[in-house]
């Protein structure tokens, strides 16, 4: 199970710090990720890590602003989300993969959070 937190309202140019954190089995072993969603639009990748955790990759709409890191002590997957933009606006998704270490297609995890909705004004 994972459980996302974390969103919130905030300014442009403002940062969020979002937390994923899995319970009810160990995720330490699995690729991580977030996605988003925003209205009216289909769900997107946004950035994965890898197992060990020394691995990470980003959309090209965030590399550079957002990082995507984990605490396998904590079973937590975070994103740092900085200078932030109103096309950020969407509800974001952990998501986890048994069997892809940095998955950017949907179909690749087997576990979703509930996901947290992120809303940047301008």
């Known amino acids: 199970q994972l459980q996302a937190s974390g969103g919130g309202l905030v300014q442009a140019g403002g940062s969020l710090r979002l937390s994923c954190a899995a319970s009810?089995?160990?995720?330490?072993?699995?690729?991580m990720a977030w996605f988003r969603q925003a209205p009216g639009k289909e769900r997107e990748f946004v950035a994965a890590i890898s197992r060990s955790g020394a691995g990470t990759r980003y959309a090209g709409s965030v590399k550079g602003r957002f990082t995507i890191s984990r605490d396998k002590t904590k079973n937590t997957v975070y994103l740092q989300m900085n200078t932030l933009k109103p096309e950020d606006t969407a509800v974001y998704y952990c998501a986890a993969s048994t069997t892809q270490a940095m998955g950017m297609m949907i179909e690749q995890y087997d576990y979703w959070g509930q996901g947290t909705l992120v809303t940047v004004s301008s």
């Open positions: 009810g089995r160990t995720f330490s072993s699995y690729g």
